[in-house]
T-cell receptor
Framework: GNSVTQMEGPVTLSEEAFLTINCTYT??????LFWYVQYPGEGLQLLLK?????DKGSNKGFEATYRKETTSFHLEKGSVQVSDSAVYFC??????????????FGRGTQLTVWP | GAGVSQSPSNKVTEKGKDVELRCDPI?????LYWYRQSLGQGLEFLIY????????KSGLPSDRFSAERTGGSVSTLTIQRTQQEDSAVYLC?????????????FGPGTRLLVL
């Protein structure tokens, strides 16, 4: 089946620290992978995505590389800012069959960045 | 419209009452999804509409939940005989398959509280 496991939070960092949020998946076929972000009081927004193995998604200084060999899509940022404080969700969309379309989400990781 | 809109933004109801939640997808988007976000369960898929095809209802938690999409646009999620465990944020998303992009864009959600 399809599932996403992501690093348990909360994660607390100082400004300019390096961020990694781990995400691994199981999937049928060749999934597309996503990171969504939810800022306080706001809705889910797409942060970045990758649709095939070895693709790197990037946006706002965040990066994630689709690693088929390790079934991972870890989120990284070299220098976090206070404004990055949010909940981050890893998700996959199956590439096969009747489950095509729906997203499978991880449980979310709360990130708090202190000045 | 510019984005996915949902109404109401908040809904408080008494146990046993029926509620209707509305979603207006992005104009031209053929796919529409409902998800539920709750503390205990994270983000769960509920139902998926794609064009004129039969909807994927595999995520609906019970027969008290139903959804329809009229004219390929607006969708209504109905919960009959609400229970306290139905309290959650109900999220709607839409995507376009025409471009092959298939990124799901989320609305702000309806926060449902069942007393």
């Amino acid at each position: 089946g399809n599932s996403v496991t992501q690093m348990e939070g909360p994660v607390t960092l100082s400004e300019e620290a390096f961020l990694t949020i781990n995400c691994t998946y199981t999937a049928t076929g060749y999934p597309s992978l996503f990171w969504y972000v939810q800022y306080p009081g706001e809705g889910l927004q797409l942060l970045l995505k990758a649709t095939k193995a070895d693709d790197k998604g990037s946006n706002k200084g965040f990066e994630a590389t689709y690693r088929k060999e390790t079934t991972s899509f870890h989120l990284e940022k070299g220098s976090v800012q206070v404004s990055d404080s949010a909940v981050y969700f890893c998700a996959l969309r199956s590439g096969r069959g009747s489950t095509l379309g729906r997203l499978y989400f991880g449980r979310g990781t709360q990130l708090t960045v202190w000045p | 419209g510019a984005g996915v809109s949902q109404s109401p933004s908040n809904k408080v109801t008494e146990k046993g009452k029926d509620v209707e939640l509305r979603c207006d997808p992005i104009s031209g988007h053929t796919a529409l999804y409902w998800y539920r976000q709750s503390l205990g369960q994270g983000l769960e898929f509920l139902i998926y509409f794609q064009g004129n095809s039969a909807p994927d209802k595999s995520g609906l938690p019970s027969d008290r939940f139903s959804a329809e999409r009229t004219g390929g646009s607006v969708s209504t999620l109905t919960i009959q005989r609400t229970q306290q465990e139905d309290s959650a944020v109900y999220l709607c998303a839409s995507s376009s398959r025409k471009t092959g992009e298939e990124t799901q864009y989320f609305g702000p959600g309806t926060r449902l509280l069942v007393l």
